[in-house]
């Protein structure tokens, strides 16, 4: 199961996601990030402490994110990365763009 959890504050923003995030459920969070650009977030730091998994619908989420979070000036960073999800990241070449700790 899929959830996700989002504390703003002024132009920061923490996403908590947690489960695994699939196809399903990326139509949903994609537009919630756009939202979260537009009206004014510049900083966005996604916490995966909690993530399970992510697949390559996933992955194209956080690209489109970081693609609207750098025309407004801003950045993304990733927190708490499981072994799993980081390999993810390591084989796509994503890990400097995210800033991923």
Avoid: C, P
Wanted: proline share 0%; charged share 25%.
């Amino acid at each position: 199961m899929f959830e996700y959890r989002i504390d703003r504050n002024g132009e920061e923003a923490v996403v908590l996601f947690s489960g695994s995030f699939s196809v399903r459920d990326s139509a949903k969070v994609k537009s919630e990030l756009q939202s979260l650009t537009s009206s004014g977030v510049k900083k966005l730091i996604f916490d995966f402490s909690k993530l399970t998994y992510l697949d390559s619908s996933g992955i194209g989420v956080m690209l489109h994110a970081y693609t609207w979070i750098k025309e407004k000036k801003g950045f993304i960073q990733i927190q708490n990365m499981s072994n799993e999800v980081k390999t993810i990241f390591t084989i796509s070449n994503l890990l400097d763009i995210f800033n991923a700790k």
